[in-house]
C-alpha cells in the first residue's frame, strides 16, 4: 500500500513538471514575438516657436456719447446695432432755445458795432479839431477810451454769439468714431442735461480691433529683440479650445512696465477684422509666432517620450529591432515637435511603447494599419508650427 502511494504522487509529479515545462516554453514563445508597432521618419523642414496666451478683444475706441447741452431729446437718426460713419446724425435735442440765444447775440453784436463806428467816426473828428487847437487834448484821449471800450464790447458780444452758435450745433449730435452704435439708453422725449453721467448711447469700433494678452517677462527680451530688428510678429486669435484659428493679426506694441503681482506685461495686437469675427470683451486665445526655425528635424509629438531623466524617441534598426535615443526639444505644436539627436530620415515609432525596450523586436504596420507622421497634417511646416499651452506658455 505505501509503494502504491508513493509511485502514485512521482507519477502526479512528473506529470505537473511537463505542464509546467509546457507553460514556460509558452511564455517564452510569446516574448519572443515582435512587437507590432506604427514608424515613420524624422523629416526636415520649418517650425514655427509661439508664445499662447488667453487674451480679450479690445476696441481701439469706445465712445460713451453724451449731450453738451440741457434740453429734450427730439429726434434719434440711428437703430440699435446699426454701424455708423464718422460724422453721421445720431440724436437732435430740441434747438429753439439755441436758435434765440443766436438770435440775441447776433442783435447785441449789431449794436455794439454802430456803437463803435459812431465813436470811430468821433475819433477822426476829434483829432481834425485837435490839430486845430479848437479841444483839449484831454477830450482826445478820452474819445480814444471809448473807441478801444467799445472795440472790447464788439470782440466780447462775437464771443457770445460763437458760444452760442456752438450750444446750437450741439443739438445735432454725430457720430465721433466709425463703429457699431449699441442698445439707446435714452428715449425720445426725455429731458437730457450736460451733466448726466449716463449716456445716451454707446459707439464701439469693430474694424480695426485688437486682442489685448498677457505672457510672462522671461518672453520679454525674445520679443522686444524681433520688433527692434524691424519684423512683424504675427498673432492668431483661436477659438476657446484652440482648435480653430478665429482671425489673423500682427503685434502693434507691448506694455512699458511689468505687474509685480503676476510677473507678466501686456501686449496688444491689431485685428482687421473685415468679416467682424472678433466681438468686444470676447475671450480668446493668443498665439504669437515669435521666430520661425529653418531646417529643423522634425518628428511627431507622439514619438516623444519622456522619464525622469531625459525626452527619447525609439529608432528603428535595419534588424528590425528599436534602440532608444536621446532627444532635446526646440519646440512643439499639437502634432510636431523640433528636436535635436536624431537626424534627418532616421525612423522613429510613434506607438506601442509600452512594451518596447532596447534591442527588442517589433513589426512596422502596414500604412493605413496605424497613425504614421510622414502625412501632410504633421510636416511640421511654418504654418502649424509652435507651442500651445496655457496663458503665456512657450514650447
Do not use: C, W
Not at 459707439?203 to 517677462?217: G, N, R
Not at 519646440?331 to 534627418?344: E, L, R, Y
Amino acid at each position: 500500500m505505501i509503494a502504491a502511494g508513493l509511485l502514485t504522487t512521482a507519477g502526479y509529479l512528473f506529470s505537473q513538471g511537463k505542464s509546467t515545462q509546457k507553460a514556460t516554453g509558452g511564455k517564452a514563445g510569446a516574448t519572443a514575438r515582435a512587437v507590432p508597432v506604427s514608424v515613420t521618419q524624422a523629416k526636415k523642414g520649418d517650425i514655427g516657436e509661439y508664445i499662447t496666451a488667453l487674451g480679450a478683444v479690445t476696441p481701439v475706441y469706445t465712445v460713451t456719447v453724451k449731450s453738451r447741452v440741457d434740453g429734450q431729446l427730439m429726434e434719434v437718426h440711428y437703430r440699435e446695432g446699426q454701424l455708423v460713419k464718422k460724422g453721421d446724425l445720431l440724436v437732435e435735442i430740441d434747438p429753439r432755445p439755441y436758435q434765440a440765444a443766436v438770435l440775441q447775440a447776433d442783435g447785441q453784436l449789431a449794436r455794439d458795432q454802430a456803437l463803435l463806428k459812431n465813436s470811430l467816426i468821433d475819433l477822426d473828428r476829434y483829432k481834425m479839431i485837435y490839430a486845430q487847437r479848437a479841444i483839449p487834448e484831454q477830450q482826445l484821449a478820452t474819445q480814444e477810451a471809448t473807441v478801444l471800450q467799445n472795440q472790447g464790447t464788439v470782440k466780447l458780444d462775437q464771443g457770445i454769439l460763437d458760444s452760442a452758435k456752438v450750444n446750437l450745433d450741439y443739438t445735432k449730435i454725430t457720430s465721433p468714431i466709425d463703429g457699431r452704435v449699441g442698445l439707446r439708453l435714452v428715449d425720445p422725449g426725455n429731458i437730457v442735461h450736460a451733466t448726466d453721467t449716463t449716456g445716451l448711447l454707446v459707439i464701439t469700433q469693430l474694424q480695426p480691433i485688437t486682442v489685448v494678452f498677457t505672457i510672462a517677462e522671461d518672453f520679454i527680451s525674445e520679443v522686444v529683440t524681433q520688433m527692434r530688428a524691424g519684423h512683424v510678429l504675427g498673432v492668431d486669435a483661436l477659438d476657446r479650445d484652440q482648435q480653430k484659428q478665429i482671425a489673423h493679426g500682427s503685434l502693434l506694441t507691448l506694455d512699458n512696465q511689468i505687474d509685480n503681482t503676476t510677473g507678466t506685461v501686456k501686449l496688444r495686437a491689431n485685428f482687421a477684422n473685415h468679416d467682424s469675427k472678433l466681438f468686444p470683451n470676447q475671450f480668446v486665445n493668443a498665439k504669437l509666432l515669435v521666430r520661425t526655425l529653418h531646417d529643423a528635424t522634425l518628428v511627431p509629438s507622439a514619438a516623444i517620450q519622456r522619464n525622469a531623466q531625459m525626452a527619447y524617441v525609439y529608432v528603428l534598426k535595419p534588424d528590425q529591432t528599436v534602440v532608444s535615443q536621446k532627444v532635446s526639444v526646440a519646440t512643439t505644436d499639437a502634432n510636431v515637435a523640433a528636436v535635436t539627436g536624431i537626424s534627418p530620415g532616421a525612423t522613429v515609432v510613434t506607438d506601442g511603447f509600452d512594451k518596447l525596450q532596447d534591442g527588442i523586436k517589433v513589426s512596422v504596420r502596414k500604412a493605413g494599419a496605424g497613425t504614421t507622421a510622414g502625412d501632410d497634417s504633421d510636416s511640421g511646416t511654418s504654418q502649424n508650427g509652435g507651442a500651445v499651452g496655457g496663458a503665456g506658455a512657450k514650447q
